[in-house]
T-cell receptor, first 113, second 115 residues
Framework: AQSVTQPDIHITVSEGASLELRCNYS??????LFWYVQSPGQGLQLLLK??????LVQGIKGFEAEFKRSQSSFNLRKPSVHWSDAAEYFC???????????FGRGTSLIVHP | DAGVIQSPRHEVTEMGQEVTLRCKPI?????LFWYRQTMMRGLELLIY????????DSGMPEDRFSAKMPNASFSTLKIQPSEPRDSAVYFC?????????????FGPGTRLTVL
């Protein structure tokens, strides 16, 4: 079955530290992949997306993600985390005729001062 | 553009009452999605429409749930009768489906509490 897995439910980092959030996908063909962020009480906002071409994708707010076919991964990174980055992060994938995204369970990012 | 608009933002009701959630997608977007978010089950797709036509409603939990899209600028999700287990945040999202890699734009959600 097509799916997206986020192995980490919670991640805690110190402000200024680097960040990597993991996402693994299971699709027969190369899926379209997305990272969204959800701040408390808000809807989801797109950070970045990948559908072809350069496997390193730049997004908003200083985030980037790298598509690795050999590892079936699309991990999200940021070199230096700010307290305002504390939020829920969702990885999503889409493939097939309908291209309806499947969302991971989300990773909650906690930032310590 | 104002983005996806949902109303109400919060709804508190008693078990057995009818609840109607509303959504206005971004103008020009021809796909609309209804999601439910809970701690236990995460983000679940309930139903989606293309060009106002329901395409897949397999995520609708039971017959108490219904959704309509009478025109390109308005959709409703109705729960009748409501039950405490329906308490969740309900999101509406829209997308321009002409390109499959286009992202979804989410509304702010409606937090539903059924007492």
């Amino acid at each position: 079955a097509q799916s997206v897995t986020q192995p980490d439910i919670h991640i805690t980092v110190s402000e200024g530290a680097s960040l990597e959030l993991r996402c693994n996908y299971s699709y027969g063909a190369t899926p379209y992949l997305f990272w969204y962020v959800q701040s408390p009480g808000q809807g989801l906002q797109l950070l970045l997306k990948y559908f072809s071409g350069d496997t390193l994708v730049q997004g908003i707010k200083g985030f980037e993600a790298e598509f690795k076919r050999s590892q079936s991964s699309f991990n999200l990174r940021k070199p230096s985390v700010h307290w305002s980055d504390a939020a829920e992060y969702f990885c999503a994938g889409a493939s097939g005729g309908s291209y309806i995204p499947t969302f991971g369970r989300g990773t909650s990012l906690i930032v310590h001062p | 553009d104002a983005g996806v608009i949902q109303s109400p933002r919060h709804e508190v009701t008693e078990m057995g009452q009818e609840v109607t959630l509303r959504c206005k997608p971004i103008s020009g977007h021809n796909s609309l999605f209804w999601y439910r978010q809970t701690m236990m089950r995460g983000l679940e797709l309930l139903i989606y429409f293309n060009n106002n036509v329901p395409i897949d409603d397999s995520g609708m939990p039971e017959d108490r749930f219904s959704a309509k899209m009478p025109n390109a600028s308005f959709s409703t999700l109705k729960i009748q009768p409501s039950e405490p287990r329906d308490s969740a945040v309900y999101f509406c999202a829209s997308r321009d489906h002409r390109e499959p890699y286009n992202e979804q734009f989410f509304g702010p959600g409606t937090r539903l509490t059924v007492l």
